[in-house]
């Protein structure tokens, strides 16, 4: 009789973490619920397009030798490299073996699980329905839901930064089967958004500058970090080479650096003033040098996408070198750029980019996506947003002095992962979406302090 009385209890424990567990990922999944329809993007497209030519491509593999393979290899040719084929792929096959629901409930799962690990770590001995707490107070209360509902590799940024800070946080050992997982969250973030790789190249030196102990009597921790990053990397090596023959991690990446310097002003200049001597194809679009990054590089009437394959190819070889170029002739220009750019990205984190009504029809050859305009609703939200984080950040300082040594490492990681981010928009178009899917880092550090402060605070009265 105590054994059944004992499994009947553990059963009932093991349904009550179910359904706290389902609690959290409906939560993250509430604007989709909302929206009765995935969140997409103009982007999402280019990501499922982008899975099925990755899946054509594998199948190429096995047609070469059959004499077929042709067309494929024609196809990925023509994909824009720079979208990762690894979100790709984790769009595209989600959406056509089930639905593209299963792609964001993924995400949640995702989230959940690697913000359990994290409330598990800094409060130990908590009950498990305040770690659902936790959770669904971020899904209500910040951007986390609307990135993860998004169907972007946004959440992923985020997801590679704690896994990060978990990592190197002095809190003790997740065991054998947590590096694991950890390691896999890392690399398998890194590779789902081309910025992420600066981006974790950087929070592995701030952790090695603020964190106190020895790098050497932490070795292990950072061992895993780099295995995961170099782990990473080689995945998108092989990609650009497997798929497009290049040794790079960004293979066919459209020239953004030369948009960016355009409208930024120093490539401008420069080629106004050494066109048609240097020789360069750019020479060739004079009339087009005042077009807007995106208007450059997208639109058909624009410069990139209009141009033909050889010509796109000499585009792609011109880019880094205009950038340089202009940059050293024009520094002071370049650098207030950079600068405002920056400062630009770090302020603009509404959720002006995340549309609702929208979504999306599809097939397993294509995608239509019906995206509305921006809503009047989506400024009350952002300005709650902004409250919310600066009224965070005021709490954090004001607790800095009596936190412990982990939770103050942890919050000079999440605050780093934020400044990279805005570093990210020095050369690249600062867009809100950007800042959102990290700034929730924020308000989700100062809640995990308060909820240590409120149990702290609870075990000196008892």
């Given at each position: 009789?105590?054994l059944?009385?004992?499994?009947?209890?553990?059963?009932?424990?093991?349904?009550?973490?179910?359904?706290?567990?389902?609690?959290?990922?409906?939560?993250?999944?509430l604007?989709?619920?909302?929206?009765?329809?995935?969140?997409?993007?103009?982007d999402?497209?280019?990501?499922?397009?982008g899975g099925?030519?990755?899946?054509?491509?594998?199948?190429?593999?096995?047609?070469?030798?059959?004499?077929?393979?042709?067309?494929?290899?024609?196809?990925?040719?023509?994909?824009?490299?720079?979208?990762?084929?690894?979100?790709?792929?984790?769009?595209?096959?989600?959406?056509?073996?089930?639905?593209?629901?299963?792609?964001?409930?993924?995400?949640?799962?995702?989230?959940?699980?690697?913000?359990r690990?994290?409330?598990?770590?800094?409060?130990?001995?908590r009950?498990?329905?305040?770690?659902?707490?936790?959770?669904?107070?971020?899904?209500?209360?910040?951007?986390?839901?609307?990135?993860?509902?998004?169907?972007?590799?946004?959440?992923?940024?985020?997801?590679?930064?704690?896994?990060?800070?978990?990592?190197?946080?002095s809190?003790?050992?997740?065991?054998?089967?947590?590096?694991?997982?950890?390691?896999?969250?890392i690399?398998?973030?890194?590779?789902?958004?081309?910025?992420?790789?600066?981006?974790?190249?950087?929070?592995?030196?701030?952790?090695?500058?603020m964190?106190?102990?020895?790098?050497?009597?932490?070795?292990?921790?950072?061992?895993?970090?780099?295995?995961?990053?170099?782990?990473?990397?080689a995945?998108?090596?092989?990609?650009?080479?497997?798929g497009f023959?290049?040794?790079t991690?960004?293979?066919?990446?459209?020239?953004?650096l030369?948009?960016?310097?355009?409208?930024?002003?120093?490539?401008?200049?420069?080629l106004?003033?050494?066109?048609p001597?240097?020789?360069?194809?750019?020479?060739?679009?004079?009339d087009?040098?005042?077009?807007?990054?995106?208007?450059f590089?997208?639109?058909?009437?624009?410069?990139?996408?209009a141009?033909?394959p050889?010509?796109?190819?000499?585009?792609?070889a011109?880019?880094?070198?205009?950038?340089i170029?202009?940059?050293?002739?024009?520094?002071?220009?370049?650098?207030?750029?950079?600068?405002?750019?920056?400062?630009?990205?770090?302020?603009?984190?509404?959720?002006?980019?995340?549309?609702?009504?929208?979504?999306?029809?599809?097939?397993?050859?294509?995608?239509?996506?019906?995206i509305?305009?921006?809503?009047?609703?989506?400024?009350?939200?952002?300005?709650?947003e902004?409250?919310?984080v600066?009224?965070s950040?005021?709490?954090?300082?004001?607790?800095?002095?009596?936190?412990?040594?982990?939770?103050r490492?942890?919050?000079?990681?999440?605050?780093?992962t934020?400044?990279?981010?805005?570093?990210?928009?020095?050369?690249?178009?600062?867009?809100?979406?950007?800042?959102?899917?990290?700034?929730?880092?924020?308000?989700?550090t100062a809640?995990?302090?308060?909820?240590?402060?409120?149990?702290?605070?609870?075990?000196?009265?008892?």
């Open positions: 009789m105590a059944i009385r004992h499994s009947g209890r553990t059963s009932v424990e093991y349904l009550n973490r179910v359904l706290l567990f389902i609690c959290e990922i409906a939560s993250l999944c604007p989709a619920l909302i929206n009765q329809a995935p969140l997409v993007y103009p999402t497209r280019s990501y499922f397009m099925r030519a990755a899946i054509e491509k594998v199948a190429g593999l096995f047609a070469h030798h059959a004499g077929g393979g042709a067309s494929v290899e024609a196809t990925v040719q023509k994909a824009r490299g720079v979208r990762s084929a690894f979100y790709a792929l984790f769009t595209y096959i989600p959406a056509v073996s089930v639905s593209l629901w299963l792609v964001i409930v993924l995400q949640a799962i995702i989230v959940a699980s690697v913000l690990l994290l409330f598990r770590l800094a409060i130990p001995g009950e498990r329905w305040q770690t659902t707490a936790f959770i669904v107070a971020l899904a209500l209360l910040t951007t986390v839901s609307w990135a993860t509902c998004n169907v972007m590799p946004d959440i992923f940024t985020s997801i590679m930064a704690l896994c990060i800070a978990i990592t190197l946080v809190w003790g050992e997740p065991g054998r089967r947590g590096w694991f997982w950890l390691t896999l969250g690399g398998g973030s890194m590779v789902m958004h081309m910025t992420n790789l600066p981006i974790a190249l950087g929070l592995l030196v701030v952790g090695g500058v964190i106190r102990k020895p790098i050497w009597h932490k070795r292990h921790r950072y061992m895993v970090v780099s295995q995961a990053i170099i782990g990473g990397v995945a998108m090596l092989v990609v650009g080479v497997v023959h290049q040794w991690i960004a293979p066919q990446s459209p020239p953004f030369l948009a960016r310097s355009l409208q930024d002003g120093p490539g401008r200049l420069y106004l003033k050494h066109c001597q240097i020789g360069l194809d750019m020479c060739k679009h004079l087009k040098l005042d077009l807007p990054t995106e208007k590089i997208w639109d058909d009437d624009g410069v990139y996408s141009a033909s050889e010509e796109e190819a000499q585009l792609r011109e880019d880094k070198g205009i950038y170029a202009a940059a050293l002739e024009h520094p002071w220009m370049q650098a207030a750029a950079m600068a405002r750019n920056a400062f630009v990205q770090l302020i603009t984190f509404g959720i002006y980019e995340y549309y609702i009504p929208s979504w999306a029809e599809y097939t397993t050859s294509d995608m239509k996506l019906h509305p305009d921006q809503a009047p609703w989506q400024t009350v939200i952002s300005v709650v902004y409250g919310i600066f009224g950040l005021g709490f954090i300082a004001f607790s800095w002095r009596t936190l412990p040594l982990p939770l490492q942890l919050a000079i990681m999440m605050i780093a934020v400044l990279l981010e805005a570093l990210a928009g020095a050369i690249s178009e600062p867009v809100p979406r950007y800042e959102a899917r990290v700034i929730w880092l924020i308000p989700m809640l995990l302090i308060w909820f240590s402060s409120h149990r702290a605070w609870h075990l000196n009265r008892a």
